[in-house]
């Protein structure tokens, strides 16, 4: 599942993923992204990793969403994973989008440290309504 918050303030976008991540929870968490920044232009984005128990992901998966470009050209994207196996699947898609010479995102252990890396804090994010992924709405809190 799949939390989405806003902070307008700080200009920044945070996914907060439940439970596990699986290709399914990426396809969700990128519809979010697109549809979000379309909608309020482009921000900071947050992807947090905390509650997250379970990942799911085959290594070929996590290349290709890695060769991909970040969806907003000239803003911070900060993973936030405390467990040591997210935080090693977020090292490898750090240094695949590094190899393929993208911006990559920052990586960090609490949002604490995402806070005070982005130079903000501390932010106090809206739920955004995400009505609009309907046909996901198992994955979306």
Not at 3 to 12: I, W
Not at 74 to 82: D, L, M, Q, S
Not at 95 to 100: E, F, K, M, R, Y
Not at 122 to 131: A, I, M, R, W, Y
Request: with cysteine; hydrophobic share 50%; charged share 20%.
């Amino acid at each position: 599942m799949l939390a989405v918050g806003f902070d307008q303030q700080g200009n920044v976008l945070l996914l907060t993923l439940l439970d596990t991540f699986d290709n399914g929870t990426m396809a969700v968490m990128d519809a979010a992204c697109v549809t979000f920044f379309d909608a309020e232009g482009p921000t900071h984005s947050i992807f947090d990793f905390t509650p997250t128990q379970k990942v799911v992901m085959a290594p070929l998966s996590l290349e290709r969403r890695a060769s991909k470009p970040a969806m907003c050209v000239g803003f911070e994207r900060v993973i936030v994973a405390p467990q040591p196996e997210l935080r090693a699947l977020a090292e490898k898609f750090r240094l695949h989008q590094v190899n393929a010479g993208l911006p990559a995102p920052h990586i960090v252990q609490t949002m604490a440290e995402a806070e005070h890396l982005l130079g903000l804090g501390p932010l106090v994010f809206e739920p955004v309504d995400t009505s609009w992924l309907a046909n996901d709405k198992a994955k979306v809190v």
